[in-house]
């Protein structure tokens, strides 16, 4: 609707939890990239590789290249309520879009939380999707690529003895929230990983943090061990934070630097039925114990026992992802980080 | 500002040509997958590799792997202008990110087109970005690395001779619009590509035509190629074929299947100073006029002779990116494709 005379003024007139079919209303969106460093490749043997139909490809690594830097997505709602900025940092071998939408093409918690009112950045981290990666005279090693089988036992959705290659065949933990219809997307938003980049990945995130923070954290799997390492470097910048099913990693110094920052380690179901998350979860419960004992909040957050049942590892994409994302929105206004 | 009363109603009251301080509202944003097979690799012999430190990775391709996919994102404005929904297509080394803010970090033609009213979606296609990539036993070849070195020549920013590893001592093309000072950024935004995955990404840019078109094609620069054959392929569900400085490559059978596809090809300034863009402009000249003379419509549109100067090959980039907007907007309006 247009009303003469009044050119460029907008009326909001919303609730506070705007649902997925109201409008989106943002004051900005984009993107940057950010960290990363020139490198020069001087004395490497050029190469020629045969290509299918009789082509030659010369491969010539020598030269001056940007590498290891990172890439940030970004959307900020015209009325924010988030105190600060929420930087979403995706696992391994996964990239930004695990926040964005789901497999089965529902709003992710991207969306989500811009329609609570935060402005969300959501990252590729280095080496991962829209950040590009490197030849392997800067990458060690060589990069991982996950077959359609990993995922079922890696993000627990269902023992390993209940996968077959028959979509129709496989059966889930009983009560899993999970889309399995969709789960052919999934594999579709797995990328390339290394074992070697650790060092580079955390050094990017440092540059975010420098750059957008003080900020709220959230942090997923892989990029637990990367939160938890991250806010120890920069306590005062971090606000927040908030693991889903990661792993809490440090030492005496790490606990000491985290007292004044709030922790949530959030996880989902049958966790007692995978010995990697049994693990994982009994280490953060004592890590949990030293972060209080050096007078730190931390709340390890198990959903079955609020009556939450069936979340997977990828519970931003599960079925109830929205419920998921209230109990996080809920304990960021226990902490006072809701406006 | 809320009024109570009235929840979840939203009245706009804004000028058609929303400026980048008004706000963005979208009835929807989001991504999803697209195209792409199911490939099964046995028998690939399993590697042990060394890793700094002394770790051992153990290399096995061995097992079934989403390839080929394609990743797109969207944003879909509340106030609609466009008649349909507008694609726009990356160069060769690029992701979408080449359309969503600059390397100096202003708008992009992706907020500027959804802030005209259009449904726009940007793509990383097969092989680039959030789409990820295959293992070589998928991906015939080798990844090309794009040094700091080739866009200054590629992208048409000064002569070869004109170029030096210092920033301060490049000497662009008088008047260009490229933000130099900004040219790091760029080279951030460059990602790996192979020569032997063009026939993959067309399959899944047919894939996205039959899911989101009828609607406007924006190609660039390698996917000028990809546009032209993906429009004489689905000529009934391509309303425009915007091509930025890319190749119109085809055969009579191609051109007569486009003869109700308005097409407009656009180049910025400094041609002539390229052998390659002189013989890729010349080359287009020709299939304009075999197009016209199978009954199409098609405008070459060179930039200066509009009197806008200085543009390079990344136009959508440079610094009067909102004035060549403008241009592909006026151009759409007059083939009737605006409200």
Redesign the interface.
Known sequence: ???AG??????????TMA?SA????????????VG?R?VTLSGVSARE?Q??GG?V?R?D?N????VE?M?V?Y?LP?DRRGKFPLLMWHGGGL???SY??TPD?R??WF?MFVRKGWDVYVS?AVER??A????PEVF??????????TPWVNFRFGEASAWS?DPHARRPFAGSQFPFDAY??L??????RW??TNAAIVRAYLDLIDKVCPCVLLVHSQSGTFGFQAAAQRPDKIKALVVIEGTLRGDATTVAALKNVPIAVIYGDNIDKSRNFSEQHASNVKMAAAVKAAGGSIDIIDLPEMGIKGNSHMMMMDKNNGEVANVIEDWLAAKRLVE
């Open positions: 609707m247009r009303i009044l050119p460029g003024m907008i009326l909001l007139i919303a609730g649902a109201d409008p989106i209303v943002l004051r900005d969106m984009g993107s940057f990239y990363g020139t590789v290509l299918p082509q490809q491969v690594h030269g001056t290249y940007a830097q890439y997505q959307a015209q990239t930004g879009v964005e939408t093409g709003e992710g969306n590729d999707g829209r590009g990666w490197a030849m060690a090693g060589e990069p991982v690529f996950t077959d359609e089988q290659p052919a997307n594999l579709k938003e797995i990328v390339p074992l070697t």
